[in-house]
Each structure stands twice: as C-alpha cells, then as structure tokens.
C-alpha cells in the first residue's frame, strides 16, 4: 500500500498544479538549460566588450592610440611595445578639459534631484495609501498615467517658464526638470509598497492615539528604507547619466560631466585619449552605485509589480 501511495502522490501532486505554476516550472527549465546560460554569458561578454575597450584605452598613450586598436595590447604587452600611463587622467581632470569641475557639478546636480523627488513623493504615496479623501483613486490613476509623458515634450514650455522666473541657467532648473519627471514613478512605487505593509499596523498605531504624523514616521518609514533606497539608485543613475536635461537648462559653469564629455567628443575629435579618460570618469560612479547596490536596484523595480 505504501508503494502504490508513493507512486500515486507525484500524479495528484501535478494534477493539482495551475497552468501557470506549469509553465512557471517548464520556463524556468529552459531558461537554466546549458544553451540558454552560453547564450547568456555570450551576451554579457559582448555587451562588456565596449566598455572593456574604453578602460584600455583611456590608459594608452596618445601615440599607441593612433597606431593600433585596444586588442593589441596583450601582443604588445608581451613584446614589451606597449606602456600604460595616467597622463589622460590627469589631462582630463587638471588640464584644458577640466572635467573635475564637471565631475562636482554632478554631485551637485544628482544628490537634490533624488532628494527632493523621493521626499515629495514618500508624502503623497501615503495619502494616497492611507489617507481616504474624495477622488483620490481618480488622482492616483492621473498620476501613474503621467509617466507616458516624453521629457521632450515640456523642454520648450520648461525653459520659458526659468527664463520668465529669472532661475535659467542655475542649478534649479535641473533639480526642478528632474524632480517633476520622477515623481509619478517615484509616487507608484512608494505607494504600491506601502500598500503591501498590513493595515493591522497602522491600525494598532491610530488606536494607541498616533496621528499621521506619527504613524508616518515611526510606523512606516522604517519600513519603508528598502524602497526608498532601491529608488534613490533607480533615480541616481537616471540623474548622473542624463545629457539633455543639462545640455538644455544649465549655463556653462554649471553644467554636469556627461555634456562636458559630449562637448569634448565634438571639439577634441583627434584627442582620443582624452575622450576615453573623459569617457570612463563618467562612468565610474554608477557604476560602482548599481554593483554595490544593485540588489536594491532590482527591488526597486520590483516593488510596484505586484499592485495596481
């Protein structure tokens, strides 16, 4: 008996699977079979080429540049034809390019526009999670639907309306430009993770005499840390890498490094070795962000995937 038993229980075991729960596990077969991982690793390896070749080449000389391509290096190398130096680096920060001066202005730009998004929107995720006022699911729909809105479109409307307030050229431009197109993602996300915090919490707060207030900061943002940190990444990324916001509101002075690059692309075409120093600067900070921090990074745009 304990035989037949034994055979019979796979059979009702699978009977009583869903038809997602089997195309869940026959997916994830595929997805682990050995073709699938080469597949990956094939694309990983080409997709880090590139980058692969910046970083060797923002180490040459300006004269191997010219002779030969990046693979060259390992032959050379053995040959003893080929010298690594730091003169581009030091060129690009301390000389003409001046790209230290870009690189803080980066700092500048990025660190408020992630503040000032994640604090707006941590305020209107819980009243529209928490608190019941008329209308507000209408809202909450008018604000999710505004993340198909193009940046593109609010560049010329945006940059009459700095000028006619005088700020054109200065750093509010930028923070404001980012801050309005962050909110409703940042207002999704946030909202959707509270959601998912159980209301026996909050309501074991109100009956203990919290307001909300209270129940905001010392019921829910502990709670909350993970997500704010996996948008405060999503946002960072965004923010540093970004060229036409700043191409388009900041002044000379304070424009952030990735249009100083691109401006040195255009007028310093045949100084390669600069170009690639410059280059890889920028990309130094987030990339060390999204390696250290990518788990959070994945969270975060996982937290508004499971509620509407």
Same mark, same amino acid.
Do not use: C
């Given at each position: 008996?304990?035989?037949?038993?034994?055979?019979?229980?796979?059979?009702?075991?699978?009977?009583?699977?869903?038809?997602?729960?089997?195309?869940?596990?026959?997916?994830?077969?595929?997805?682990?079979?050995?073709?699938?991982?080469?597949?990956?690793?094939?694309?990983?390896?080409?997709?880090?080429?590139?980058?692969?070749?910046?970083?060797?080449?923002?180490?040459?000389?300006?004269?191997?540049?010219?002779?030969?391509?990046?693979?060259?290096?390992?032959?050379?190398?053995?040959?003893?034809?080929?010298?690594?130096?730091?003169?581009?680096?030091?060129?690009?920060?301390?000389?003409?390019?001046?790209?230290?001066?870009?690189?803080?202005?980066?700092?500048?730009?990025?660190?408020?526009?992630?503040?000032?998004?994640?604090?707006?929107?941590?305020?209107?995720?819980?009243?529209?999670?928490?608190?019941?006022?008329?209308?507000?699911?209408? !809202?909450?729909?008018?604000? @999710?639907?505004?993340? $198909? *809105? /193009? =940046?593109? &479109?609010? #560049?010329?409307?945006?940059?009459?309306?700095?000028?006619?307030?005088?700020?054109?050229?200065?750093?509010?431009?930028?923070?404001?430009?980012?801050?309005?197109?962050?909110?409703?993602?940042?207002?999704?996300?946030?909202?959707?993770?509270?959601?998912?915090?159980?209301?026996?919490?909050?309501?074991?707060?109100?009956?203990?005499?919290?307001?909300?207030?209270?129940?905001?900061?010392?019921?829910?943002?502990?709670?909350?840390?993970?997500?704010?940190?996996?948008?405060?990444?999503?946002?960072?990324?965004?923010?540093?890498?970004?060229?036409?916001?700043?191409?388009?509101?900041?002044?000379?002075?304070?424009?952030?490094?990735?249009?100083?690059?691109?401006?040195?692309?255009?007028?310093?075409?045949?100084?390669?070795?600069? !170009?690639?120093?410059?280059? @890889?600067?920028?990309? $130094? *900070? /987030? =990339?060390? &962000?999204? #390696?250290?921090?990518?788990?959070?990074?994945?969270?975060?745009?996982?937290?508004?995937?499971?509620?509407?």
């Amino acid at each position: 008996m304990t035989t037949v038993d034994d055979d019979v229980a796979p059979v009702v075991a699978k009977q009583k699977l869903s038809r997602l729960e089997r195309r869940a596990i026959a997916t994830k077969g595929r997805l682990s079979s050995p073709w699938a991982s080469g597949i990956a690793i094939l694309l990983a390896v080409l997709w880090t080429l590139p980058s692969l070749g910046l970083l060797v080449t923002s180490f040459r000389p300006s004269l191997d540049i010219r002779r030969s391509g990046w693979w060259t290096v390992i032959p050379d190398l053995f040959q003893g034809k080929t010298a690594f130096t730091l003169e581009n680096y030091d060129q690009a920060i301390n000389g003409n390019a001046t790209l230290g001066t870009f690189f803080v202005n980066s700092f500048v730009i990025t660190i408020p526009a992630v503040v000032i998004p994640i604090t707006l929107a941590l305020l209107a995720a819980y009243a529209f999670a928490w608190i019941d006022f008329k209308g507000r699911n209408v !809202l909450f729909v008018a604000v @999710f639907t505004l993340q $198909v *809105v /193009p =940046l593109q &479109v609010a #560049l010329v409307p945006l940059l009459r309306d700095y000028i006619q307030l005088g700020i054109n050229g200065s750093f509010w431009t930028v923070w404001i430009s980012h801050s309005i197109f962050a909110l409703p993602l940042a207002i999704f996300l946030l909202h959707n993770f509270m959601k998912e915090i159980p209301t026996s919490l909050v309501e074991a707060a109100r009956v203990d005499g919290a307001g909300h207030v209270q129940v905001f900061f010392r019921v829910l943002m502990p709670l909350l840390v993970p997500a704010i940190a996996s948008f405060g990444i999503f946002q960072f990324l965004w923010v540093w890498n970004d060229l036409l916001v700043g191409l388009t509101f900041t002044s000379a002075g304070n424009r952030p490094l990735t249009v100083a690059v691109a401006e040195l692309a255009g007028s310093r075409g045949g100084q390669w070795q600069l !170009l690639s120093a410059g280059a @890889f600067i920028s990309m $130094v *900070v /987030p =990339l060390v &962000v999204f #390696l250290a921090l990518q788990r959070y990074f994945v969270r975060g745009l996982l937290a508004g995937s499971v509620k509407g």
